[in-house]
């Protein structure tokens, strides 16, 4: 059964913009915070932020300023909007809800950001 589902990634030159999303079932998204990590090859997970179910924000220095999560309760939707992006950006992009990055209850299959020219 998939819980958490990503989509949106794609190729885009630096200095572009993406928006991910991230459609959960209900059970989950309610009442959860969600969260984005991302990887890289040959390069360990890296959280990027999180949502709160009040929306309230956090991000990882590494992109604050440039990215900004979302969501969408009535269509149980958490988004990654991502401005100015760089080549040090590509990554497949997960989504994630209960538990630390590392270790979390639910997350997708991840969908891949490639920033090149």
């Known amino acids: 059964q998939v819980h958490v589902v990503e989509s949106g990634g794609g190729l885009v030159q630096p200095g572009g913009s993406l928006r991910l999303s991230c459609a959960a079932s209900g059970t989950i998204f309610s009442g959860n915070g969600m969260g984005w990590y991302r990887q890289a090859p040959g390069k360990e997970r890296e959280w990027v932020g999180v949502?709160?179910?009040?929306?309230?924000?956090k991000y990882a220095d590494s992109v604050k300023g440039r990215f900004t999560i979302s969501r969408d309760n009535a269509r149980n939707t958490v988004y990654l909007q991502m401005n100015s992006l760089k080549p040090e950006d590509t990554a497949v992009y997960h989504c994630?809800?209960?538990?630390?990055?590392?270790?979390?209850?639910?997350w997708g299959q991840g969908t891949q950001v490639t920033v090149s020219s």
């Open positions: 949502i709160t179910t009040e929306g309230s924000t």
């Open positions: 994630y809800a209960v538990g630390s990055y590392t270790s979390p209850r639910y």
